[in-house]
């Protein structure tokens, strides 16, 4: 069983930064690619940004050039730093690991607020 626990969500101002993390745990996967999804008040999840175990990355084109997505493979957690966050930013964050044999895992979600 694969475990995802995510920090660093909070509320900020408009322009402002933070930090979010997700560290995996368990034994038996072999991690493809870890990502945060986004989810706004009634709206659908939506990915965010996402790396590959090469450290190839993919960015919703709305946070190209703010966000950046990191990763230690040493430490199984991925990081993603947010920049110049602004009020659509706010969301629920999800933590994504996609692992061989198409298994796929998710956090429990962490908060993001952006006020104006």
């Known amino acids: 069983q694969v475990q995802l626990v995510e920090s660093g969500g909070g509320l900020v101002q408009a322009g402002g930064s933070l930090r979010l993390s997700c560290a995996a745990s368990?034994?038996?996967?072999?991690?493809?690619?870890m990502g945060w999804y986004s989810q706004a008040p009634g709206k659908q999840r939506e990915l965010v940004a996402v790396?590959?175990?090469?450290?190839?990355?993919n960015y919703a084109d709305s946070v190209k050039g703010r966000f950046t997505i990191s990763r230690d493979n040493a430490k199984n957690t991925v990081y993603l730093q947010m920049n110049a966050l602004k009020p659509e930013d706010t969301g629920i964050y999800y933590c994504?690991?996609?692992?061989?044999?198409?298994?796929?895992?998710w956090g429990q979600g962490t908060q993001v607020t952006v006020s104006s």
């Open positions: 368990g034994r038996g996967f072999s991690i493809r690619t």
């Open positions: 790396i590959g175990s090469g450290g190839n990355t």
């Open positions: 994504n690991l996609a692992a061989a044999w198409g298994r796929e895992y």
